[in-house]
């Protein structure tokens, strides 16, 4: 069935450094979503990407998504301590509007 | 309340026992999710409907756990005959089809 894979699994930065989570799947998607929990929450949805070679921006976060529609990266402008959480990336189980498969996510730390 | 209701929070049960999650969506959606989380993974599908029909579940469900999803509104999650490996978060999602999904705050199952 479809996998969603990501790296890196966890990240420590720096306060004020930038970071990038990446995001592949086996199969081409018809869109990705991505999601932030943070330590003790639930997910909490950011975005949805549909179009091939997309690029979205909700103000330090940058999502993109490829040209084959089979990966996809978000990159955090100048980290702070609230980015801290695990990101996800979530895509259709098959094609269509079907329930998500997602990947295991990235743990961000933020060090102040 | 316009976000995602779930009771209890919290749950512990001796191995054998049945459980019962509930589940109350956003009114508006229409689709219904359960997904599994233990730590360090991603949410992982275990089933979904669309109004009151169950469109989907997992292989890798059990005959132990079943959902209903009465008249489209809340629904229910039942576990059957708990055993140690059904400790987890149970997370219950909705969302409108091909839009992204609003969480709730999950049932914390251990079993002991």
């Known amino acids: 069935g479809q996998q969603v894979m990501q790296i890196p699994q966890y990240q420590h930065v720096q306060e004020g450094e930038d970071f990038t989570t990446y995001c592949n799947s086996s199969?081409?998607?018809?869109?990705i979503q991505w999601y932030k929990q943070r330590p003790g929450g639930h997910p909490v949805f950011l975005i949805q990407?549909?179009?091939?070679?997309e690029v979205k921006k909700q103000k330090r976060l940058t999502f993109q998504f490829g040209e084959a529609k089979k990966n996809s990266s978000l990159h955090i402008t100048a980290t702070q301590t609230t980015d801290v959480g695990t990101y996800f990336c979530?895509?259709?189980?098959?094609?269509?509007?079907?329930?998500?498969?997602f990947g295991k996510g990235t743990r961000l730390s933020v060090i102040a | 309340d316009t976000g995602v209701s779930q009771d209890p929070r919290h749950k512990i049960t001796k191995r054998g026992q049945n459980v019962t999650f509930r589940c109350d969506p956003i009114?508006?959606?229409?689709?219904l999710y359960w997904y599994r989380q233990t730590l360090g993974q991603g949410p992982e599908f275990l089933t979904y409907?669309?109004?009151?029909?169950?469109?989907?579940k997992s292989r890798l469900l059990s005959d132990r756990f079943s959902a209903e999803r009465p008249k489209g509104s809340f629904s229910t999650l039942e576990i059957q005959r708990t055993e140690q490996g059904d400790s987890a978060m149970y997370l219950c999602?909705?969302?409108?089809?091909?839009?992204?999904?609003?969480f709730g705050s999950g049932t914390r199952l251990t079993v002991v």
């Open positions: 409907f669309q109004n009151e029909a169950q469109l989907e």
């Open positions: 990407l549909v179009k091939s070679g």
């Open positions: 199969t081409t998607l018809s869109n």
């Open positions: 009114s508006e959606h229409n689709r």
């Open positions: 999602a909705s969302s409108l089809a091909g839009a992204g999904y609003t």
């Open positions: 979530a895509g259709p189980r098959n094609s269509g509007n079907t329930p998500l498969v």
